[in-house]
């Protein structure tokens, strides 16, 4: 028998991978929607990153309807995004690129949720804690971020369209501890970097109303020495 049924936005990814395995291990139905599939999870929905904004929810909602019938979501995970530099001389490209890699997934993850989520349910977003502040250097990725935080707090508040009780948040790490990250930047110091179980175990947390924040909360994970403190901004 499930614990509940949990959706992961960008359930291929790294984040999205260890994820998708921490929940399984504790007995969830886990499906994950991304470009491709994730064999351990438990359903796959797929997107293609050509297709429009309004395509993609579609496309996404019907093969979700088909997926559940009349069950409900327990929680919406979205984990979904990327990274790029690049100042005002060369913006144009990577603010699209972020824009469509963070903020598309994360208003079709608030679409999916007002459809799809029990009442008292929860919905993660992924934040930055660089995108606080500006971000001269990766002024589009600090732009999607901050959409995203905009974004959390107009979803917790009243009218917001979801279920009643529904708590929503946004991590704002650093920088997590993924392979690409320790490839492209090999001599950081990784003892700031937040691991991915941690990440994981947080949500499972949250699932189960443990430490659950505020809804509207931007919750930052900062790592120092292995160790990660949860601070709300």
């Known amino acids: 028998m499930a614990q509940g049924r949990v959706l992961v936005y960008g359930g291929k990814g790294a ?89 598309w997934p994360s208003v079709i993850t608030a679409s999916l949720a007002s459809k799809f989520l029990k009442e008292g349910g929860l919905v993660t977003l992924p934040g930055a804690l660089a995108a606080l502040q500006g971000t001269p250097g990766m002024i589009g990725y600090g732009m999607a971020k901050a959409a995203v935080h905009q974004l959390t707090k107009s979803l917790a508040g009243e009218n917001s369209g979801l279920p009643a009780q529904v708590t929503v948040l946004a991590t704002l790490p650093v920088t997590l501890d993924t392979p690409m990250n320790r ?44 160790k990660t403190d949860v601070v709300l901004a």
């Open 15 to 103: 984040l999205g991978c260890s994820v998708v395995k921490y929940l399984k291990n504790k007995s969830y139905w886990v499906g994950s929607i991304d470009l491709s599939g994730n064999d351990e999870a438990d359903a796959n929905v797929l997107v293609k990153p050509d297709d429009p904004m309004p395509v993609q929810e579609a496309n996404v909602t019907a093969q979700i309807t088909q997926l559940l019938g009349d069950k409900k979501l327990d929680a919406i995970l979205c984990v979904a995004g990327g990274w790029a530099g690049g100042n005002a001389k060369k913006l144009v490209e990577p603010a699209e690129a972020m824009w469509k890699q963070s903020v």
């Open 183 to 226: 490839k492209w930047m090999s001599s950081a110091d990784f003892s700031t970097w937040t691991s991915l179980e941690f990440v994981s175990e947080l949500f499972y947390k949250w699932l189960n109303e443990k430490d659950r924040p505020p809804s509207g909360s931007l919750v930052q994970l900062i790592t120092k020495d292995n």
